[in-house]
């Protein structure tokens, strides 16, 4: 019937937006996260693709990985501790002769502490090959994850968005002369998603020609069924693996001065996964018991194709003194490569379905610099600026993004000549409250801003055999 049709539609977009904004967060542009050192975030990033001595070089920029003269490995772990807070309301059924003001609360801080590891590896070899350097690092570079109340007021629009993308970066760096270098690695990419909302099937009931007259009886404020009245709930997952790539070039044409380009390749991931439905009983009083069972659910399987942005980053690192330095950054993210989602199903009776975001590329500025104390206490400060791809139009509560502010601090004990904590504080402001207005696929219509923001405690430690 039509209304099956409507639905498939429903999941379909939903699916699509799992794949591609499963978790909007406060500190890096769209969903991209830039957590990987300690050292570079107590800089706010500003040389994290030219100064030596940090390990995670291997996906900042590889060529950098020559200028190790030990094997050395490194851990960081940052907690990041995101805020969101909703404020506003809306109606089911906008528009129509039955529209409701939506129920609901705020849906609580989507936000919550969240860990993201890091793992890194660098080794110079040697004899006839002492001019090159390998690499290996695992890293995340775009996730995290928002979680609403299950009744609040944007239910139909979002409840829980989780992303996790992992990289695994393979890496090699070859010294050209004293002075140049050259670094490119593989990055195999694992990505998990899950996305939850509420459908609201009442609506959808009485949007339908074929079942309007149910919405009626006896009348819109007493029938059985109408806008909010017949809620039911759909859970997400969809996986897939990929390749790409990551290059770059590290000159030095002093022994103060060091500069760094890298480019990180798009990854085309096909993300496929099923629905999961669950469905009050008046709801399959009219659509018949079979509808949702597995494999017949509208949209159960299928998926959708994302491409993960390109990033260009552009780095220096001056050594002022014998005990300052200073670093910075501008990286450009390549979010147009989000134009749209479209998602294709396995049953060939199902047309695809699109949705149009039209991101635009985004740039990042930080500067920063370290002050050596002494031989065992290295200090760190960095402020930053980034911005986000997200016009207002299509901001959504899976993605309340906005610009943004780093304020960095930084700290390192090196407790010998092998081994060494760093640790960092970074907080992030958006410049301003990002506001929503949107529809859901059942005509629900949400308009609000949100408040949030981040704070980023990272820890490191790095033992050089």
């Not at 919550?112 to 002492?130: D, H, K």
């Not at 399987?301 to 910075?328: E, I, K, W």
């Not at 016009?391 to 092998?418: C, F, I, K, M, V």
């Not at 992030?428 to 308009?447: N, Q």
């Amino acid at each position: 019937m039509q209304f099956a049709t409507h639905l498939t539609r429903l999941s379909a977009i939903a699916l699509g937006v799992a794949a591609a904004l499963a978790c909007g967060q406060a500190h890096a542009s769209g969903f991209q996260l830039k957590e990987n050192s300690a050292k570079a975030q107590g800089r706010a990033l500003a040389g994290a693709g030219s100064a030596s001595g940090d390990t995670s070089v291997v996906v900042n920029n590889p060529a950098v990985m020559s200028t190790f003269t030990q094997t050395t490995a490194q851990v960081d772990v940052t907690a990041v501790d995101l805020s969101f807070n909703f404020s506003g309301g809306g109606s089911a059924a906008a528009g129509s002769p039955l529209a409701r003001p939506l129920t609901g609360g705020n849906g609580g801080n989507a936000g919550g502490v969240t860990p993201v590891p890091a793992m890194s590896f660098v080794m110079p070899l040697s004899g006839g090959f002492e001019n090159v350097t390998l690499g290996a690092m695992i890293s995340a570079p775009f996730g995290l994850k928002t979680e609403y109340e299950r009744d609040w007021v944007g239910r139909y629009h979002a409840v829980e968005s989780d992303v996790r993308l992992i990289d695994l970066t393979l890496a090699a760096s070859i010294d050209l002369s004293d002075t140049l270098s050259v670094g490119a690695g593989v990055v195999y990419e694992h990505a998990e998603i899950t996305l939850s909302n509420a459908i609201d099937f009442g609506t959808a009931i009485c949007a339908n020609p074929a079942s309007t007259s149910l919405c009626f009886l006896p009348n819109p404020i007493q029938g059985p069924y109408g806008p909010q009245r017949n809620d039911g709930f759909v859970n997400i997952n969809g996986t897939d693996n990929s390749f790409g790539w990551v290059a770059g070039i590290n000159w030095r044409p002093s022994d103060r001065l060091s500069l760094g380009y890298s480019y990180r390749s798009e990854i085309d991931l096909e993300i496929r996964g099923t629905a999961d439905f669950t469905v009050p009983g008046s709801v399959r009083a009219v659509l018949g018991s079979n509808v949702f069972k597995p494999g017949n659910a509208p949209g159960s399987g299928g998926g959708a194709d994302l491409t993960t942005p390109s990033l260009h980053n552009f780095s220096a690192t001056y050594q002022a003194t014998d005990r300052l330095a200073v670093m910075a950054e501008a990286s450009l993210t390549g979010w147009d490569s989000l134009r749209e989602i479209r998602i294709q199903f396995e049953n060939p009776a199902q047309p695809d379905s699109a949705e149009d975001y039209l991101w635009s590329d985004t740039w990042f500025y930080s500067v920063g610099g370290e002050y050596e104390l002494n031989d065992q206490f290295t200090l760190r400060a960095g402020l930053a600026m980034d911005s986000t791809p997200v016009d207002d139009q299509y901001r959504t509560p899976r993605l309340p993004d906005q610009d943004r502010r780093w304020y960095s601090l930084g700290l390192t004990w090196a407790a010998n000549e092998h081994f060494e904590v760093s640790a960092s504080y970074v907080k992030v402001d958006l410049t301003e409250l990002p506001p929503v207005d949107i529809f859901s696929s059942t005509g629900a219509r949400l308009v609000g801003e949100f408040d949030g923001g981040a704070n980023l405690f990272g820890v490191a430690a790095q033992y050089r055999f």
